[in-house]
């Protein structure tokens, strides 16, 4: 074939190609696995039909987009799950919520699964055109479980020891979207919500059998996940807290024995400072009075009693 005919070729089916333009097409997420009473999101999108005008590829309109169950062209009296067309009518199940728009995104999301959900759920999009109107037929398969999948599993080892943090996970088997879950310690609820339990510093009293459920299921129960705090590590944290307790009350006891015998050495130094001189003198005085045994005889034999003038006289023996 000589140069002139290739290049006449090329041309030609790079005209066909415009004309015909680019096909439309349907991308989801698959497959699905939801835990009953949960909330999965089925993650689409879409590309619609390009034509070509004024030798430029242009993507058709779309003006309504249908999700539908179980049918391969979600079209005539199929019974849709999400239809535009009915979105202000108020006829949709509120629980298919459709998060999607009319230029590329078809996300689906369904909210309470239900074992009615299990099936292929499949997207059409419809233009001005008939002939432009596409319908995904790959779809999007979706397996309900029962909570009876759901696990608990620890961020670390069995052996908990006290004082230590654990995180406890509630798994399923299955790939799901914004699991509501509570949590259930022997049997009794607890306040956390959330996929995940942590637990900081740990004690005896966080011992127990663990299990999570579904908020909207409250029939869902996992498999129990105990949790046992080391009785050896207590015990020796009790031990070390009597002691510190024991030594704490001794240290108190010594300071107020301190303190109590400080202040009685400064009461015995103020009452000495407020005594006057002429006491301080009388007190010296009265120490350094000695008295001796004095007696004066007369002549005759007989002796003269001798008056005493005042307690300060210092007394002596005289014998005339």
């Not at 019974?79 to 067309?85: A, G, I, L, T, W």
């Not at 779809?139 to 608990?152: F, I, L, P, W």
């Not at 307790?245 to 303190?259: D, N």
């Not at 000695?290 to 009693?305: D, E, M, N, T």
Request: aromatic share 6%; net charge neutral.
């Amino acid at each position: 074939m000589a140069d002139g005919d290739k290049k006449v070729v090329c041309c030609v089916l790079l005209l066909l190609t415009g004309a015909v333009g680019q096909g439309p097409r349907v991308d989801y997420q698959h497959p699905l696995c939801a835990v009953k009473g949960s909330t999965l999101t089925i993650l689409c999108s879409f590309t619609p039909q390009s034509v070509n005008t004024d030798g430029k590829q242009v993507l058709v309109e779309i003006i309504r987009v249908v999700w539908c169950k179980n049918h391969e062209i979600c079209q005539l009296t199929t019974p849709s799950v999400y239809d535009s067309e009915l979105q202000n009518k108020r006829v949709n199940n509120p629980r298919y919520r459709y998060l999607g728009d009319k230029k590329g995104n078809c996300s689906l999301q369904i909210t309470g699964v239900q074992d009615g959900d299990n099936g292929t759920f499949r997207f059409r999009m419809e233009a001005n055109d008939a002939a432009n109107h596409y319908t995904g037929r790959s779809g999007a398969t979706v397996r309900v479980s029962d909570g009876a999948q759901m696990e608990v599993h620890s961020s670390t080892h069995r052996a908990f020891k006290r004082g230590e943090a654990i995180t406890l996970n509630c798994t399923t088997k299955c790939t799901f979207h914004q699991l509501e879950v509570t949590w259930l310690r022997d049997g009794h609820a607890l306040k956390h919500t959330g996929p995940s339990l942590h637990l900081a510093a740990l004690t005896a009293g966080d011992s127990g059998n663990y299990t999570c459920r579904l908020k909207n299921d409250v029939s869902s129960f996992s498999k129990a996940f105990s949790v046992h705090v080391e009785a050896e590590e207590e015990g020796g944290v009790q031990v070390s807290l009597i002691v510190s307790v024991v030594s704490s009350v001794l240290m108190l006891l010594c300071f107020v024995i301190v303190v109590l015998a400080i202040i009685r050495k400064k009461n015995q130094s103020a009452v000495r400072g407020e005594a006057g001189p002429e006491v301080k003198g009388a007190q010296q005085q009265e120490e350094d009075v000695s008295y001796a045994h004095i007696q004066f005889k007369a002549r005759g034999g007989q002796a003269r009693p001798v008056k005493v003038e005042d307690d300060s006289i210092i007394y002596s023996s005289v014998v005339a």
